[in-house]
């Protein structure tokens, strides 16, 4: 875990509320993995005080090697649309990589579906960029939004040679319904994958993980959560461990990847 103030490289829009930010920040992009976060404030305003947490959503490369990070975030309140407003020069206050990301199982060859819900995909882009990667792993991608404009990274996925399903609910791009939905027909026409990968609203993920539980299949979410520190010292993350148990784990220190079967959502 790193504490930097770094300058900003870009901070382009890509949609009406959606922004892809990217700084230089070799010492965090070396060890940072998929499904990892870091702690973000533009450190030049008195507001917002606190910093905000943002997934790494890909690693900016240089002759190969890993010297920054890209954010994708969506603008939803005070300090994204502060975040929204930043130029190339200006500084942001850092502190990553942190948290506990996704875990590939190492049985080969594994099937893996990925589950995004709109702005999900900001953690899931870099664990499908990874798992090309990765011999005897095929995926494919589920992409879901109230709208064309909340489906993002389509290209991208493609590109890497990875199958994508759209679903919209105001049929403006990709098929009609929801994401869950999408989903449940997938599996009806490929099978059942090895994992499924799912980031999204609270919602989205319950379904996802009761879909995977009624057929086995080992589930991992990606949860979002309110947090002031981002390392363990504030507590103001906590979420009900899942079998019955009376306790509580902390998104930022436990996760924010977790078992379906661990949380209570």
């Known amino acids: 875990m790193i504490q930097k103030k770094i300058p900003v490289l870009y901070n382009d829009q ?3 509320f959606y922004y892809r930010l990217g700084f230089s920040f070799p010492e965090a992009a070396k060890t940072a993995r998929p499904g990892q976060f870091v702690m973000v ?3 030049d305003n008195a ?3 606190l910093r905000r947490p943002f997934s790494v959503h890909r690693l900016l490369l240089e002759q190969g090697n890993a010297v920054g990070i890209e954010l994708l975030y969506k603008v939803v309140g005070q300090g994204t649309g502060l975040m929204s407003q930043l130029k190339g020069g200006d500084v942001l206050d850092v502190l990553g990589p942190l948290g506990n ?11 893996v579906f990925v589950v995004a819900g709109g702005v999900g995909i900001a953690s899931l882009f870099y664990l499908s960029s990874f798992l090309t990667q990765c011999k005897g792993v095929t995926q ?3 992409l879901g939004g109230c ?5 993002l990274c389509e290209k991208e996925l493609v590109s890497l040679g990875v199958p994508v399903h759209v679903c919209t609910e105001d049929c403006s791009l990709g098929e009609a319904g929801l994401v869950t939905g999408a989903l449940e027909k997938g599996l009806e026409v490929y099978g ?14 319950k379904i996802v993980g009761e879909i995977a539980l009624s057929r086995n299949i080992s589930c991992q979410v990606s949860l979002e959560s309110a947090m002031a520190c981002g390392f363990g010292a504030c507590l103001g993350c906590a979420i009900k461990k899942g079998g019955g148990q009376e306790d509580y784990w902390h998104v930022c220190t436990d996760g924010p990847v977790f078992d379906f079967r661990d949380v209570r959502i």
């Open 192 to 205: 059942n994958p090895d994992v499924i990968y799912a980031c999204g609203p609270q919602a989205m993920l």
């Open 140 to 142: 494919r991608a589920f």
């Open 41 to 43: 404030r533009p450190s």
């Open 14 to 16: 890509v949609g009406p």
């Open 47 to 49: 507001i917002p005080l």
């Open 147 to 151: 709208g064309a404009s909340d489906i």
């Open 101 to 111: 990301g996704f875990s590939c199982p190492s049985t080969k060859p594994l099937h």
